[in-house]
Each structure stands twice: as structure tokens, then as C-alpha cells.
């Protein structure tokens, strides 16, 4: 595996303007959503590598290196030695639910080969969890699944995903990669606090939650929040719900997505169901630097190597905790 990275910012490409690695077959690009938009910019990039299928999406931040930069376009060309790719595009409409999003996905994907799978989804109006399930559904198990939600800083308005050069705001692209010699592994850890007694999820359906213990959410949780409750739902990825189940020791962290006013209820980025129980959580800097270390020493375990690539996903969330010390997670 060969690779070349660059940024675009402040209009110029730094370390080099892209093509060396013109054989490339695969070219990731992560970046501000108004770069994303610039379609000479894009046609650059596809010209360069004229092979690769080119996967991005908008950003709340791009990762270069060590660095956590802003209003930039992060570029990586691939070369692989003996992987083949096959990636799917579906355009989302009314009446198709984030599952059988999923689902439709899954099935285009030619199993025979298959060692892994990289999506990239919309990150507004969007069901995490039901879109895993319904891609899962339709993979050999030992398939493994990596990828995020794309991003647009703490605007929650659009966010756009990049297929083939063509960015759009209503789109899932899944990315299957063919191989009998690469190797994928991946960790996830959080690092955030839980403070607060347990809440019963009385009501809810799907992502959106309406009631804890018989209570309206949104109250309880603005109540909570305290001043910060006045910048919602953008403080509100400050203060993420875990979710405590009870099929796993670990707890899940649900970020959330937006709030109704009318109808006093919390969308989160994934499921919210009834009868399970969620505590607040809030910010702890050091445990979220060491949760980010964590992940990297997971991720490192199955393979015992130093990675030819690594790709970071982080959150909004974080970064807006971390501020100036968000250089410190991705350098952990």
C-alpha cells in the first residue's frame, strides 16, 4: 500500500499539489462544507487521480497528521496492491427508512471477497443505529463496519457526502473492500462522565425521545443543562445521554441531533428505546484524551503492526469540550 496526503487551505496545497500518486485507486477527502461545494476544486482532485474512486464528506474539523484544522479540504490517495473496491451510492427519499437504507446497501455489495465495509452517511435527520442494523443484517458476520456521520460544524443544516466527485446532501455511500491480504482492525472508546441518577425511557420511538421517568425530555434535560440550555442543540453536544444496555457491560453514548420545542422531545444519532435506562453525561478532558489513546491501542492489538493508514473519527462534541486541546486526542 502506497499513500499521499495534502490539504487544501487559505488557497494553496500544502505539502504538494495532488497527483504523484496519480495510479491511485481510492481517494478520500474530508472537509468543510462550502470547500465540498467548489466544483473545480473537486474536478483537481479527480484529474489527478483519474483511477480512484473518490469518497469524502463535510466535516466539523479535519484531521491532517497531528493536526485538528478548520475550513480545509484533507486529502488521501491510495494505492493498494492486491484490494479491489466496489462502493454504492443511494440517494435517500421519502418513505425509505435509514434500516432499509441499510438494507438496499447491503445487498448491492458482492459478498464473495469481501473483508470489509466503509460508510459514510448524512449526519442530519439521520438513525445511526437503525442503518448498522440494517446493513448487518444483510453481511457475513465476520464482516467488519467502520465509517460516521458526516458533519457541518455545530450548524445542523446540511452536511454532504462526496461519491465519484459528485457531493450531495441526502446520500449514504458504502465502500467494500475485496482482498485476501488486508488487514482491518478498529477501536472506539468515549471518556465521558455520567452524573445524575438513572432515567427510565418511558416513551420514545426510534431516535426521538419524549419522556424519562414519565417526564417530558427536553425540560429535564434543559433543567440539566442550565445556562447552556439557551445555545440548543448545539450545547447540547456538550452533554451526551448514555445509554445503558443490558446485553453489554459497556455503555453507549447517544450525541445528540436536535430538539422540538412543539413537542418537547430530543433527536439523538441513534436509538433511544423504551424500557432501557439513560444518565446524563458531561466532560471530563483527561478521560476523553485517554479514551481516544484507548482506541488506538485497540485498534492496534489484532494486527501488532504499525498501519499503513489510519483514519480518525472524532466528534463535534469533543472538539468543542477540548478547544485548544484537541490537537492532544488525535496526537494521543
Known amino acids: 500500500m502506497k499513500i499521499e496526503h495534502m490539504r487544501w487551505q487559505d488557497s494553496r496545497w500544502e505539502p504538494t499539489v495532488p497527483g504523484k500518486l496519480h495510479v491511485a485507486q481510492l481517494v478520500l477527502l474530508f472537509g468543510c462544507p462550502s470547500l465540498l461545494k467548489q466544483q473545480n476544486l473537486l474536478q483537481e482532485i479527480q484529474q489527478a487521480y483519474p483511477s480512484a474512486h473518490l469518497l469524502g464528506c463535510s466535516t466539523a474539523g479535519e484531521i491532517s497528521g497531528t493536526r485538528v484544522l478548520d475550513e480545509s479540504l484533507v486529502v488521501t ?19 425509505i427508512s435509514d434500516f432499509q437504507a441499510g438494507e438496499l446497501l447491503a445487498q448491492e455489495l458482492d459478498k464473495e471477497g469481501l473483508v470489509h465495509v466503509l460508510v459514510l452517511s448524512r449526519g442530519v435527520n439521520v438513525n445511526g443505529s437503525d442503518l448498522v442494523a440494517g446493513l448487518t443484517r444483510h453481511l457475513p458476520p465476520h464482516i467488519t463496519v467502520t465509517g460516521g456521520l458526516s458533519g457541518d460544524g455545530t450548524r445542523f443544516q446540511e452536511t454532504l457526502i462526496v461519491w465519484e466527485g459528485k457531493p450531495e446532501a441526502e446520500s449514504i455511500v458504502v465502500l467494500g473492500f475485496y482482498s485476501k491480504r488486508l488487514r482491518v482492525s478498529y477501536g472506539s472508546l468515549g471518556g465521558w462522565e455520567t452524573f445524575g441518577p438513572k432515567r427510565l425511557i418511558t416513551r420514545s420511538a426510534g431516535n426521538v425521545l419524549y419522556e424519562l421517568d414519565d417526564k417530558l425530555a427536553l425540560p429535564m434535560y434543559k433543567a440539566y443543562l442550565g445556562e447552556h440550555a439557551q445555545g440548543l442543540p448545539a450545547t ?8 445503558l444496555t443490558p446485553d453489554s457491560a459497556d455503555p453507549v453514548v447517544r450525541t445528540i441531533l436536535s430538539v422540538n420545542e412543539a413537542q418537547q422531545s430530543i433527536t439523538f444519532a441513534g436509538d433511544m428505546p423504551e424500557g432501557m435506562y439513560a444518565r446524563f453525561m458531561r466532560a471530563n478532558f483527561d478521560q476523553l484524551v485517554d479514551g481516544a489513546v484507548g482506541a488506538a491501542k485497540t485498534s492496534y492489538k489484532p494486527i501488532r503492526s504499525s498501519p499503513d493508514l489510519a483514519v480518525l473519527i472524532s466528534c463535534v462534541g469533543r472538539k468543542l469540550v477540548l478547544k485548544q486541546r484537541i490537537d492532544e486526542e488525535v496526537k494521543g
Request: with cysteine.
Open 236 to 243: 447540547g453536544l456538550l452533554f451526551p445521554l448514555c445509554l
Open 77 to 95: 490517495a491510495v494505492q493498494f496492491e492486491q484490494t479491489a473496491l466496489h462502493g454504492v451510492r443511494i440517494k435517500l427519499k421519502k418513505g
